[in-house]
């Protein structure tokens, strides 16, 4: 198939996840044609069978807001022709979803068909969504795609909730392949901890981008609390506007020197496996992929039981879950674990078979080309497979 997506290009889940699935449907042997206004950050530009297009988004002075969105739609239709796509997929509500639509009527208008699938991935239903000026349109465009997947049965349950959406939608979980995001040869580990831990220290991680709902504060709190009864220091990796409130915080408790912030990492698969622990109080997370991404390198995760988490973590079992806010318990939890190395190690094992037997990509990849092909015969735009000698 040709396939064009389109996603938030920088960091965060749902370009994570978008970028991700490129990647592998590449390596499937598809043709995917990314439109954004800027490479997907974890594309090299050098994948075979990948092709990226920018969005150029003119600044006329009279414009106060330029318009992306109508810049993306045509941009899109204009890739869709040229390249002859069969499908676009497009994640995150808002605006893709819109754009997408416009570009499906600028080619039915030039009597070419491109169905679009929109995937949800979580703030775009659950916060941008629900503000009034944007749900009227983003239930339009939701309803009018041709199909609709999201992340997490979660997700589903609270789009059909709130939106009063009538039309089918998939859940087709998040995924991590398996082979990238492995755990480390325990003598390679030991001497890649060096750089931040002694040899007797235990090291915890945070992955996110910083955005109120990641409580970057209450990952700080715990940690302050954690080192009161073990040595550990706290890779904090990612950027966002909490960034500084955390820094504050860590030294007004003076772990300044245990807490170290990494900013935007491009290989988080080279650090999440030094960690024993991943530390994810967010207020709200439709999935987590941070912490599956954490799990596949055997990390397992101290989360709050909220959104889509519970799909993947199982308390006790593969991580451990609590209220939000609960500081307390998840730093108790923590250093539990950290001081019963038996304990630790059975949910690090865990945490490992989750992600191989769930949630690996070569499980998940298939259900979206499956999906894709049912959206395809649905709308009568069906792909002939190509013969070998064709
Ligand atoms: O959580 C964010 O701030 C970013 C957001 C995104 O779309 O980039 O993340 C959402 O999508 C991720 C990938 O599907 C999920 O793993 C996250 O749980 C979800 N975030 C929330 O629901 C808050």
Known sequence: MKIGITCYPTYGGSGV????LGIELAAAGHQVHFITYSQPFRLTGREQGIFYHEVPVSNYPLFEYPPYDLALASRT????????????????????????????????????????????????????GLDRSYLPITRF???QSDGVTSISQYLRERT??????????????????????????????????????APDEKILIHLSNFRPVKRVTDTVETFARVVEKVPAHLLLVGDGPDRSA??????KKGIQERVHFLGKQESVNELLPLADLMLMPSELESFGLAALEGMACRVPTIATNVG?????????VNGRLFPVGDVEAMAEAA???????AKLEAMADAARKTAQQ??????????????????????????EPVSPSS
């Open 17 to 20: 996840v978008a970028t991700e």
């Open 160 to 197: 059909v909730k709130e939106f009063k959406i009538k039309r089918e939608i998939e859940v087709i979980p998040n995924f991590v392949n398996c082979d990238f995001y492995v755990p480390l040869d325990p003598e390679v580990r030991a001497e890649k901890r060096q750089r931040f831990a």
């Open 308 to 316: 889509g988490v519970p799909e993947l973590i199982e308390d006790g």
């Open 141 to 143: 465009a939701i309803e």
């Open 77 to 128: 239709a204009e890739v869709a022709e040229y390249y002859d796509l069969d499908l676009l997929h497009v994640h995150y509500a808002i605006p893709h979803s819109v754009s997408a639509l416009l570009a499906r009527q600028m080619l039915a208008a030039r009597g070419r068909h491109l169905p679009f699938v929109t995937t949800l991935h979580g703030t775009d239903i659950t916060l941008v």
């Open 358 to 383: 769930r949630f690996c990509s070569s499980k998940i990849i298939p259900l979206y080309e499956k999906y894709y092909e049912r959206v395809l015969e649905r709308t009568g735009s069906g792909v």
């Open 335 to 341: 250093a539990d674990l950290l001081l019963d190395p």
């Open 246 to 251: 955390a820094e504050y915080l860590a030294h």
